[in-house]
């Protein structure tokens, strides 16, 4: 086969694989939504015991009591919203929320938790999501782990159009600490973006997950045009807070 060929023929195996597993990551989150905060709160597979879960909410503090320091402001877009863990956190902080996530599972629970008028939900594919308006501030949790590297660069330029000049960014995403996740999954850090989740029923999915250094995100928020300070806490989560000069 001509040299040209098969590396056509690469690229599109890749990109085959990419979009499976992307497809994969949404069907795990849909199928997961009921589940989901177990791993927030510390429960069932996730819980590690007294000590090691004080450590993760006592860390949890600390980025809230960071993301409180923002104060009040109109207009936060939340990208990948999940169930309102933090969408909550974000009612004292904005008066009006767009709250974006492709799983209908995770809005309705989010919609149910919250009960509240100032959220406006959207069921949108972050991947093949426009902005269309700037918002004071924009947040994500947990989310950018999950975007593949090659689609980075086009997400965080996505992200940088919908923050008005002068507004913010807040990002919260997991280090990589072995306890964070589930007692039956097994976290190696060997460089594969790929990892293998499992529901409590033991159905498997394959996802993207990605952890970042602060320099490398700093680096990579500074490219786009944000000035951002990033940080760890002291196990299991890195943090940015960002403006856009
Ligand atoms: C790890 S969860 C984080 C949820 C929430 N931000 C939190 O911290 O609790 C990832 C979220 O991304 C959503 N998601 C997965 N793929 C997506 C996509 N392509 N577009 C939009 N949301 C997506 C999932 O439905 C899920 O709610």
Redesign the pocket.
Known sequence: MAVGVKSKLNRITKQAMTDNI?QQ??EY??ARANE?DQW?YRIGRYDRGIEINQRWFNEVAVIKNTLHQIGVVDDIL?????????TQELLSIGKKITA????EE?ITINRSKLNSLSVEYQL????T?QPDTEYDLVF????LS?VPPKLLDSFLTKVYQSVRVSGQLFI?DSSFEPTSTANNHILIDDGNIYKTRKLNDGQKFQIVKIFYQPDQLQDKLKQVGFHADVNLTDNYFIYAHGTKV
């Open positions: 992307l990551q949404i989150y849909r989901y927030f939340e990208l990948a919203c999940g169930t309102g863990i933090w974006i996530d492709v799983s995770v949108r594919d972050l991947f999501w994500f949790a947990f989310w999950h919260i």
